[in-house]
């Protein structure tokens, strides 16, 4: 088996147009409601990146049949052989637990493995069960697997601790299988969640509120096959914009409501970036020179957890020192030390990392732990002098289509390479 690296040669300005693809948070929760529905429905602008891929397979598993059509999937639940997510699928992708919602919806049980390093107590998952059991559900755990029953649910007020976009959306898609209103408080307002909301309504759900902190849902409805586009990747396209300020570049990024990046965009022109907001996008201009800035990760409308290891590179590259507050994911710091082989200057205080600004990076062989951490390694490579080698960039393809080749059309100097099978590059 090879596995694969990204060799990057830095200092190349990025000029140019890119286009992201479809939001990849949207995208795999669209594919779990078509479980909702045994008539046809078609996803359009889908990315062809490793999480969706996982996701075809776990629907697949359940019975649905699913095919490709271009950049569109093909999905037509008409009959479940089962109604059971296997670990073998939900370890590689957490986010497979959104199937427990409509499965339970649909067909009054559902089985799903605890994803890895999870339990039923934490966070990630506990906001999921204790809604599902307002809704009336029989919630139990054995061999490793959280099993929901529930012969008919119940319209429930129920209030998140926390904007959970997972849960919303799990609780969303059960809601409309439920008999009579549903309050759900609280709830996240992502983009993402929008266009959930958006499928379900085509469908024939009755879903007031997506956007704000209440979501309405009365149910059960019958809901019917639908084609949909799905938004474009919010997180893909802040990931490109602040490619383009690091190498001091101009890049045009399309299809993308700039709304969707509010926050980020305001940050990058704090520091000095130009942002021009286009009907489909916008263009980012850098040209070094940046001014240091706070940001604190917080839920939509607030900066996005997912972009903050990028914009750690340019802060790094600011004439100051800035500080990044990590308010959501408390294990999102954990690649500081790769950037600190790079040049960087990071400290990490509790939830907080201190970023002092060095001027320029060198390149270095580095591993991505985790999907973002991998783009930002990506965008550090990109500005740093020399070649970088990132290991385990199947971390990124889970979320990136063709990275490299994208970022190759803007000018980067960046090939995929593989890497010998002995070689170790950290955990899968």
């Not at 201009?285 to 972009?307: I, K, S």
């Not at 400290?347 to 060198?362: C, K, N, P, Q």
């Amino acid at each position: 088996m090879k596995k694969s690296k990204f060799v990057i040669t830095g200092g190349n300005s990025l000029r140019g147009e890119v286009r992201v693809g479809g939001a990849k948070n949207s995208v795999l929760k669209l594919m779990a409601a078509s479980l909702l529905t045994p008539e046809e429905c078609v996803i359009r602008n889908v990315p062809r990146i490793t999480d969706v891929e996982i996701m075809v397979e776990v629907l697949r598993h359940l019975g649905a049949e699913v095919e490709w059509d271009g950049e569109a999937l093909r999905i037509r639940s008409g009959d479940f052989s089962s109604r059971e997510a296997p670990y073998q699928l939900v370890r590689r992708m957490r986010a497979s637990i959104v199937v427990l919602g409509p499965l339970v919806a649909r067909w009054g049980e559902a089985s799903v493995a605890i994803p890895g390093g999870c339990n039923i107590g934490s966070r990630k998952i506990d906001m999921h069960l204790k809604g599902l059991a307002e809704l009336g559900a029989e919630i139990s755990s054995e061999h490793g697997y959280v099993r929901a029953r529930a012969p008919r649910l119940k319209g429930a007020q129920i209030i998140l601790d926390f904007p959970s976009v997972g849960a919303t959306e799990n609780l969303i898609m059960a809601a409309v299988g439920a008999e009579g209103r549903t309050v759900i408080e609280n709830a996240a307002r992502e983009p993402e969640i929008q266009d959930l909301v958006a499928f379900l309504r085509s469908m024939g759900a009755e879903i007031e509120g997506a956007g704000t902190a209440v979501i309405e849902v009365t149910g059960p409805s019958r809901l019917s096959g639908v084609e949909h586009e799905a938004i474009g990747d919010r997180i893909e396209a802040g990931t490109l914009a602040v490619a383009a300020a690091v190498t001091a570049g101009e890049v045009v990024v399309s299809g993308i409501d700039p709304a969707h990046l509010g926050l980020p965009l305001e940050k990058l022109r704090e520091t000095g970036v130009e942002v021009e907001e286009r009907q489909d996008g916008m263009m980012v201009r850098g040209d070094g020179g940046y001014e240091p800035v706070n940001l604190a990760t917080l839920p939509y409308p607030g900066f996005p957890t997912d972009l903050q290891p990028q914009m750690m590179v340019l802060l790094s590259l600011a004439s100051g020192t800035s500080v990044i507050t990590e308010n959501v994911f408390e294990s999102r710091f954990m690649f500081v030390d790769e950037l600190n082989r790079m040049g960087c200057d990071i400290d990490i205080e509790g939830h907080h990392a201190i970023v002092r600004g060095v001027g320029a990076l060198s390149g270095a062989e580095v591993c991505a732990p985790d999907l973002r951490a991998g783009a930002a390694l990506v965008l550090a490579g990109l500005t740093a002098e020399g070649e970088t080698h990132l290991l385990d960039v199947h971390h990124v393809d889970r979320g990136y289509q063709r990275l490299e080749q994208k970022l190759s059309a803007l000018g980067a100097d960046i090939a995929r390479a593989g890497v010998d099978d002995e070689f170790n590059g950290g955990p899968e």
